[in-house]
């Protein structure tokens, strides 16, 4: 199996930009969660999806970030406007029972 | 408000000295504890599950238990390999929703 697959690796932008992480899951697998990683906050849950139905979004920081889940294959994270402050690690990870298992992650840095 | 606590930070040890990481825990109704290994630049890869107080898993040089309130991480005679940073998360029983809360982190070097 591929592993959970993540494009870009790495992503450097301008303040305001929009910027859109990609994200494609362990196939049969039917939960796909996105997480940030800091030095600061560590590793936070942004949202999930089961199914592609978002179940809980209570992570998502504010209106800026928005999250897409339109197959069982394929994730969208997408920030609008982006700000130096959401310069961090994004992973993707799925799961199909309690085990989550993570992508190598996007570095995202702001400038 | 589900909480998690690793301790120590940071831990340097010399090839062949068996040592503990601590993972503290609060949740209402533990559904499932997880133990990760993280390597610089990549992402968590899942190590144990643990459901229950006194419950044991074993791989290779690690052993993860786990009580009411919290789980160690043992390991045994590590190798300079087994350096990584070890993350420790718990899911609640909850009637729907897979939500992880991780800890810290502690950092592992282990010296040659």
């Known amino acids: 199996d591929a592993g959970v697959i993540q494009s870009p690796r790495h992503e450097v932008t301008e303040m305001g930009q929009e910027v859109t992480l990609r994200c494609k899951p362990i196939?049969?697998?039917?939960?796909l969660f996105w997480y940030r990683q800091t030095m600061m906050r560590g590793l936070e849950l942004l949202i999930y999806f089961n199914n592609n139905v978002p179940i809980d979004d209570s992570g998502m920081p504010e209106d800026r970030f928005s999250a897409k889940m339109p197959n069982a294959s394929f994730s969208t994270l997408k920030i609008q406007p982006s700000e130096p402050r959401d310069s961090a690690v994004y992973f993707c990870?799925?799961?199909?029972?309690?085990?989550?298992?993570f992508g190598p992650g996007t570095r995202l840095t702001v400038t | 408000e589900d909480q998690v606590t690793q301790s120590p930070e940071a831990l340097r040890l010399q090839e062949g000295e068996s040592s503990s990481l601590n993972c503290s825990y609060t949740?209402?109704?533990?559904?499932?504890l997880f133990w990760y290994r993280q390597d610089p630049g990549k992402g968590p890869e899942f190590l144990f599950t643990?459901?229950?107080a006194g419950e044991e898993k074993e791989k290779e040089r690690l052993k993860a238990t786990l009580t009411k309130k919290e789980s160690f991480l043992h390991i045994t005679a590590p190798k300079p390999e087994d350096s990584a940073t070890y993350l420790c998360?718990?899911?609640?029983?909850?009637?729907?929703?897979?939500?992880?809360?991780f800890g810290e982190g502690t950092q592992l070097t282990v010296n040659p």
């Open positions: 949740v209402s109704g533990l559904r499932g």
């Open positions: 990870a799925s799961s199909l029972l309690v085990e989550q298992y």
């Open positions: 643990l459901y229950s």
């Open positions: 998360a718990v899911q609640a029983r909850e009637t729907s929703g897979s939500r992880l809360t």
């Open positions: 196939s049969g697998h039917n939960s």
